[in-house]
C-alpha cells in the first residue's frame, strides 16, 4: 500500500489475486452490487510507474473508491533490493514488462468480473502515468480491443530512447569537476527564466504556458570574475546548454531525445548530482547485459560509444518502445484518448508527448481525423504525473468517461492547484496546440476568465 494509505478503509470489496504463467501476478478488486460503493458497471485497468515490480494498491484504491472494478499487475518481476537484474537472461520477462502483461491483466480482469458478477462490463478504461503511460499506448497500439478509453499520462513509450537520455545529464555534469551544477545554481537560473520568460503569456504567476517560447540564455548570467552564488562559470553554463538542448546523435547532430524545459531546474538534482537509478539498470541488465558495466565508460560525444545506444534500441525496440503513430485499429473501434504531459517533468521529457502525438496526426491524417479520437493536454507548471507550482490536479477520467459514454469532446480540461489545503487557483488545460488565454477581466486565478487559442 502506498504510505498512509489502508485498503481496510476502503468499502467492501472482493480482493481476487493470481498469476499468469509463468510469472504475472495480478489482482481484481471487485466492489459489492448494491449498496455503498456498489459496482458501476464498469472496468478500469491501473498501470505501474518506473519498471513495475509491484501491484499498484493506491490507484486500484481511488478506482474502487469510484465504483470500478479495477486490476493491476507487477508486469511480471518483482521490485526489491537485489533483484534488479531479473531481465538478465530472460527476454521473455522484458515482453512480460512491456505489453503481455497488462494485456493479459485486462483479459484476466474481464473474465473475473464476468464470472462474480455474471454480466460483461459495460465499458473498460485504462489510466496510467510516466511508466503506466508507457503501459496505456502500448494498449491502444497493440491491443486496441482491450479498453474504451484510455489515459496515457507523461508516457514512457519511448524507452530505448528515454532512458540514455535520462542519463544524459548526469554525463553532462561529470565531465569536469567544473561542470557540476548546485541546486543553488538551478534554482538560480529558474529565477532568472522566470524573471525572462514568465510575462510572455500575458501574467506573471510564476508558470510559463508553453517554455518553448521562452529564449532566456544562460550565457547571461555568466560570471565576470571568479565563481559566485549569483553567476555561472563558462563550464556550468555549457551544462545548462546541453541539458536544455537534448541528447544528440555526435555523429548526425540528430535529436535522440529531448531536453529538459526551463522553470524546470530544481527538479534536476535527481539526474545531475548522480544518474538517475532505472537508466543504469536498463544498461546493465537489458542493453548491454553486463551487471559490472560503470556508466562513466560512455561517452556520448564519441561515435563509436554512441552506436552502442543505436545497437541496443535496434534490439529492444520493437519489444520495449510503444511509438507506432498508426492507431487505425483503435479508433476504428471507437476508442478514445487522452494524453497528459506536465510542462516542467523532470524525469520525461514533455516534448516526446508532443513528437508522438504530431506523429499520430500525420499517420492518421490530419488534426481533424486524429481529434476525432486522441487529444493530448500539456500542463504549464505540473512536474513529474503532478506537483509543481501550477494547477496541477485535474479528472482526466472523469472528461475521457464524458467523451466514451456522452460524446462530450474534451476541449479543454478544469485544473485546480491546492496550497495549504485550499483550491487556490483553476485554469482550463486546452487541448493541443492550443493554450489558455486570459480574457483581461476577472481573476488570473479563476479558469472561467481563460479561453482555449490558438497561439
Known amino acids: 500500500m502506498a504510505p498512509g494509505q489502508d485498503a481496510r478503509s476502503m468499502p467492501a470489496f472482493c480482493r481476487v489475486a493470481g498469476v499468469v504463467a509463468p510469472q504475472i501476478r495480478f489482482e481484481v478488486w471487485l466492489p459489492p452490487q448494491t449498496g455503498g460503493g456498489r459496482w458501476n458497471r464498469k472496468f478500469n485497468g491501473v498501470g505501474n510507474g518506473g519498471l513495475a515490480g509491484f ?22 518481476h518483482v521490485a526489491e533490493p537485489g533483484n534488479e537484474a531479473w531481465p538478465l537472461g530472460h527476454p521473455e520477462l522484458l515482453v512480460d514488462f512491456a505489453s503481455r502483461s497488462i494485456h493479459m491483466t485486462a483479459r484476466v480482469a474481464k473474465a473475473v468480473i464476468l464470472a462474480y458478477y455474471g454480466r460483461s462490463t459495460e465499458r473498460s478504461y485504462f489510466t496510467g502515468c510516466s511508466g503506466g ?22 508516457p514512457a513509450n519511448f524507452p530505448t530512447h528515454m532512458w540514455p537520455g535520462e542519463l544524459y545529464p548526469a554525463w553532462v555534469t561529470h565531465r569536469t569537476p567544473a561542470s557540476l551544477i548546485s541546486q543553488e545554481k ?7 527564466v522566470l524573471a525572462a520568460c514568465d510575462a510572455t503569456d500575458g501574467i506573471e504567476d510564476g508558470v510559463l504556458a508553453d517554455p518553448r517560447r521562452c529564449q532566456f540564455k544562460p550565457s547571461t548570467l555568466r560570471c565576470q570574475g571568479p565563481d559566485g552564488p549569483d553567476c555561472l562559470t563558462a563550464a556550468q553554463v555549457e551544462s545548462f546548454e546541453r ?13 535522440f531525445w529531448p531536453g529538459y524545459e526551463m522553470s524546470s531546474e530544481p527538479g534536476w538534482t535527481g539526474h545531475i548530482l548522480e544518474p538517475f537509478g532505472i537508466p543504469l539498470s536498463y544498461f546493465k541488465y537489458m542493453a548491454l547485459q553486463d551487471s559490472g ?29 510503444s511509438t507506432d503513430p498508426d492507431l487505425t485499429a483503435f479508433k476504428r473501434l471507437g476508442g478514445k484518448l487522452i494524453m497528459y504531459h506536465g510542462w516542467i517533468d523532470p524525469n520525461i521529457a514533455p516534448r516526446n508527448s508532443i513528437a508522438y502525438y ?46 466514451v459514454e456522452n460524446g462530450k469532446v474534451p ?32 481573476s488570473t486565478d479563476d479558469a472561467a476568465n481563460f479561453r482555449c487559442r490558438l497561439p
Request: negative net charge; glycine residues 12%; charged residues 15%.
Open 55 to 76: 501491484i499498484n494498491y493506491a490507484a486500484m484504491m481511488q478506482s474502487l473508491a469510484r465504483g470500478y472494478a479495477t486490476a493491476s499487475t507487477d508486469a511480471g
Open 133 to 154: 503511460g508507457g503501459q496505456a499506448l502500448s494498449e491502444a497500439q497493440r491491443h486496441p480491443a482491450d479498453y474504451d478509453g484510455i489515459v496515457a499520462g507523461a
Open 186 to 192: 538551478l534554482s538560480l537560473v529558474q529565477g532568472a
Open 243 to 255: 541539458i536544455y538542448g537534448g541528447l544528440k546523435d555526435p555523429s548526425s547532430g540528430e535529436l
Open 293 to 321: 558495466w560503470d556508466w562513466r565508460s560512455l561517452d556520448f560525444s564519441d561515435p563509436q560509444s554512441f552506436a552502442v545506444l543505436h545497437d541496443a534500441s535496434h534490439r529492444l525496440g520493437p519489444v520495449l518502445n
Open 358 to 403: 504530431q506523429s499520430v496526426r500525420e499517420a492518421m491524417g490530419g488534426a481533424p481525423e486524429t481529434e476525432s479520437f486522441v487529444r493530448l493536454f500539456m500542463v504549464p507548471g505540473m512536474g513529474h504525473c503532478g506537483g509543481g507550482p501550477g494547477p496541477n490536479t485535474f479528472d482526466a477520467l472523469a472528461a475521457l468517461e464524458q467523451w
Open 411 to 442: 476541449d479543454r480540461i478544469t485544473a485546480s492547484h491546492v496550497s495549504n489545503g485550499q483550491v487556490d487557483r483553476t485554469r482550463p488545460l486546452c487541448a493541443f496546440p492550443r493554450v489558455a488565454v486570459y480574457q483581461g477581466k476577472g
